[in-house]
């Protein structure tokens, strides 16, 4: 068991802001916090480790612990509305149950145990029972209760009308239960009624009981009462921004799985006749609360408002995000927009396992301090009694108004909600087959499992087997944490970001983290501030927003890197009103692990069609020149080098020897894997676009994704059959100046690490992001970013990178034989005269007078590198590598020449010097 867990109130904060923190440990328990910020989540042996840094500027806080009590499930409630079930009464609604029987589950009422003396219930309740029937309940003020039951099984996805009846004059209780058989809900085998035909149940008794139901009780529909305080807290902000005032919710029990339509009241007994016209339309004669779900959807059906048609306005409210926007019992598949037809959408769909907020108390509130570095950050917790502990993850964003380094890192936060809590290994059936293992059981794993109050992923069926749609991150996400390790692979997600973040510290790369709500929230003008952006492994979840401030940023001639694969692909809304919500449909051809039911794929949060963004038009291609191709999670693999590698774009492969590169990585083994993107014009890949690698060595675990399937045959699937089934390296040159580098793999960020990170991974990437900046117009922000501060490397906070690049119409050897010798600089003109001092020193007499020193370290059989140990220039640990590699045709041959150094006066950057000098040299070949 986990002794201390959290969650904070937000994922993206600046300095000067509030987080706060909402931490669940036993009650009395001594627990302490702490600010870390998180380098390298990862703690497999072969890699870097885990790696944290204290903020020592922060003061640590000694705490006590506190149960906190997590009420999921979702439901519909009104407060203090008991005054409608008061005197005689009828309950009805349409319901479409998914799972009834096993467990009693409420459809409408307000019954609970705190109105008697001896605790027993009063109230009035028309409910589903463990068997499967339908009753209708009554308590007295004395604890007496009566119910009626229809004994008939209500059908799984059939639409019935359910009423309850109860008139205190006699004492008689009457209850219908009406099957609602429709071409378009339910089966209709031998052993079903003929379509059309409606089954009726009627049942009636005589009791003397009375039904008592306090008029400041709250009426809820889709659970029943537990306990009448104790849930939580609406307040008018967000989703709720409509709400008049705070609510305090009860805590719930028995809810309901399935649909719920037109639930009412009416402050009369109504007969037989008068039940069975509720089957299509609801009968206005002394209505007291009906609840029209449809109401207002066609404009916003995001809302948590339910409408209430009667007089008395009881409008009720929506309790961990059920499923709005979904087909009603009028649904006849004409139309597959709600918004077109909002009264063939007159249901929501309930699940006893909702969540949108814990609801938590709040633990602890940290002002972050101004001059801390963007980053990823975490609060950790941990009780010294007994060594237990937890680190909850969030994200120091730049000052809002400005940027503090020349790169972005775009944590994709959406993604981690998607993704959020998923226990593969436990509740997926293909576990097993997907990973081609034994899949990895954490700690965080079997917890979720048994407190599955803590919310679902989008990968994850409901209770009732439909699908997640909607995740929340106001809860511990527990695969979302430094050292867990995912069940496929080692690492997914958050933790294989971090392989990114712990590469730009060990190069000294000087960065500013950004999140998927930032970039949602402010758009192209906040990226427009960095001279590049970097993505993470897997971006996998978008919204338009985010996909117009990337097309934005790009067209506005910025540099992107994209380091994964299945990236900007499915369909995502942030509720319009709440960050912590997204909503995903998944529907059509796609890798999914669920369908939308029919005629639900288009989003409840914006109107819109839901599925894959290939499907709406805008494939990846259009950011990163790749799209979806396949996936693999038995191994990884390596790539090879392609002809469009030696051209124009050699560059990106200096220092890199032999056709091959990537056969190492914490990610399976390799560089290439886990899930896969190759380039495609036909699926939008720019034409101008250069595909310098791809991968090889696939096994026929590898799969190609479901959207490239158009029929079954042998020879299709596997990676050793299907050559879709692979990775592709691309870059391009945007029409606006700036460029794109896309990995095609989820697996490239494991490699950077490899050998100290002092691998050809690492060497690629890290000629692109140099290159990159160079390029750039946007220089360093002055004043900003490089303040003495605690939780500062103390190595340099921008490294300067120059390089250039010439293809020669010579073999590689033989132009190698020419400009090779360390000694012999005859070839540059500005070099007037060499002094070779032993093997390994040369002293450079320059045309203008000036000298400069230069030390050999490193010599391969077409490359050298050199470090310059003094000159007039201002920097300092300049290293520079001259190389000559081969063509694809063998007559051509490619020669570059890169620098890396520290400016000593960054207003006085000699970058203009260095490339001048590198042009003149190799134009001169």
Request: a negative charge.
């Amino acid at each position: 068991m986990l002794e201390v867990i959290g969650y904070p109130d937000k994922f993206s904060v600046a300095p000067g802001e509030e987080i706060s923190f909402h931490v669940d440990a036993p009650d009395g328990t001594a627990y302490s916090a702490d600010l870390v910020r998180l380098i390298h989540g990862d703690v497999a042996p072969e890699g870097p480790g885990f790696k944290i840094e204290e903020v020592s500027s922060v003061e640590p806080l000694e705490l006590r612990g506190r149960r906190q009590v997590t009420d999921a499930g979702s439901y519909v409630v009104a407060d203090r509305a008991g005054e409608v079930l008061d005197g005689p009464v009828t309950l009805s609604a349409r319901v479409w149950l998914t799972a009834p029987g096993g467990r009693r589950q409420v459809v409408l009422g307000s019954m609970h145990g705190a109105a008697s003396a001896d605790g027993a219930l009063t109230g009035v309740e028309l409910a589903i029972e463990v068997d499967g029937d339908v009753s209708f309940s009554v308590g007295d003020a004395d604890g007496r209760v009566a119910s009626v039951r229809t004994g008939e099984l209500v059908e799984p996805n059939v639409w019935h009308l359910l009423a309850g009846v109860h008139d205190p004059s006699d004492g008689t209780l009457r209850i219908l239960q009406r099957r609602i058989a429709t071409s378009t809900n339910g089966s209709h085998g031998p052993s079903r009624s003929p379509l059309g035909a409606e089954r009726e149940v009627v049942r009636e008794i005589s009791t003397g009981v009375v039904a008592h139901v306090p008029a400041d009780w709250p009426v809820l529909a889709g659970a029943g009462i537990a306990q009448l305080t104790g849930g939580g807290l609406l307040r008018p902000a967000g989703r709720y921004g409509s709400l008049p005032g705070t609510m305090e919710l009860p805590i719930t029990r028995d809810n309901l799985n399935g649909k719920i339509e037109a639930p009412a009241v009416h402050g009369m007994a109504l007969g037989a006749d008068d039940l069975a016209a509720l089957t299509s339309e609801v009968d206005e004669r002394g209505l007291t609360l009906w609840w029209d779900f449809a109401d207002g959807i066609s404009v916003d059906a995001s809302s948590m408002r339910v409408t209430d048609r009667a007089a008395r306005e009881r409008h009720g409210w929506l309790v961990n995000a059920p499923n709005r926007a979904v087909t009603g019992s009028a649904w006849n598949g004409d139309s597959v927009v709600y918004t077109a037809k909002p009264d063939h959408y007159a249901a929501v769909h309930f699940h006893d396992d909702d969540l949108d907020d814990c609801r938590w108390d709040v633990a602890a509130v940290l002002t972050v301090p101004l001059g801390l570095r963007s980053g990823a950050y975490a609060l950790r917790l941990r009780v010294p009694e007994t060594g237990a502990y937890d680190h909850v993850p969030f994200f120091v964003r730049p000052p809002r108004d400005r940027a503090t380094s020349r790169v972005a890192v775009v944590m994709p936060t959406a993604t981690y909600m998607a993704y959020a809590n998923f226990v593969g290994p436990i509740d997926y059936p293909l576990a097993q087959v997907s990973a081609a293992k034994v899949p990895h059981i954490e700690p965080e794993d079997t917890y979720l499992a048994e407190h599955r109050e803590l919310g679902l992923s989008v990968y994850d069926g409901h209770n009732d087997g439909s699908g997640v749609s909607i995740s929340s991150r106001l809860r511990p996400i527990l695969s979302m944490r430094p050292e867990y390790r995912y069940w496929i692979t080692s690492t997914w997600a958050f933790n294989s970001d971090l392989y990114l973040t712990d590469w730009l510290e060990h190069l000294g790369h000087d960065y500013d983290v950004l999140t998927d709500e930032d970039v949602h929230s402010e758009g192209a003008d906040l990226l427009a501030r960095y001279a590049t952006v970097l993505t993470g492994s897997h971006p996998e979840y978008s919204t338009r927003r985010m996909l117009d401030a990337y097309e934005t940023y790009q067209a506005r001639g910025g540099h992107f890197i994209y380091f994964g694969a299945n990236g900007f692909y499915w369909v995502t809304n942030y509720h319009p009103d709440d960050l912590s919500l997204i909503e995903v449909r998944k529907g059509e051809a796609a890798v999914r692990a669920w369908n939308c039911l029919p005629g639900e794929v288009h989003n409840a949060f914006d109107g819109l069609q839901g599925g894959t963004w290939r499907h709406r038009g805008r494939n990846s291609t259009h950011l990163t020149g790749l799209s979806f191709t396949g996936f693999t999670f038995d191994s990884s693999t390596y790539y090879r080098r392609l002809p469009d590698s030696y051209g124009p774009c050699a560059w990106i492969f200096s220092g890199i020897r032999g056709d091959t590169f990537g056969d190492y990585g914490l990610l399976g083994g390799g560089a290439a894997g886990l899930e896969l993107d190759r380039a495609d014009v036909a699926l939008g890949t720019p034409r101008r676009a250069y595909v310098l690698a791809t991968s090889e060595g696939f096994t026929d675990q590898a799969m190609p994704v479901n959207e490239d399937v158009l029929n079954i045959a042998r020879g299709i699937f596997g990676g050793d059959q299907n050559p879709d089934v692979r990775s592709d390296l691309v870059y391009y040159d945007t029409e606006s100046g700036g460029s794109v580098f896309s990995t095609g793999s989820i697996a490239w960020l494991g490699a950077l690490s490899h050998d100290s990170y002092d691998n050809d991974v690492s060497r690629i990437t890290r000629n692109v992001l140099e290159r990159q900046l160079e390029r750039s117009s946007i220089r360093a922000p002055r004043g900003v970013g490089n303040e003495a501060d605690v939780s500062k490397p103390s190595r340099p906070w921008l490294r300067a990178s120059v390089l250039d690049h010439r293809t020669c119409h010579v073999p590689a050897d033989e132009l190698w034989e020419r400009i090779g010798d360390f000694g012999d600089y005859d070839w540059l003109t500005i070099i007037d005269h060499v002094e070779l001092v032993g093997d390994d020193l040369r002293r450079l007499s320059i045309s203008n007078g000036t000298t400069v020193v230069e030390r050999l370290l490193d010599r391969t059989d077409r490359s050298y590198t050199y470090r310059i140990d003094e000159s007039v220039l201002p920097f300092s640990d300049y290293v520079s590598t001259l190389a000559v590699e081969p063509g694809a045709d063998p007559r051509v041959s490619v020669v570059t020449w890169t620098a890396e150094y520290v400016p000593t006066e960054p207003e006085a950057d000699p970058a203009t010097v260095i490339v001048d000098n590198f042009r003149s040299g190799l134009a001169q070949l």
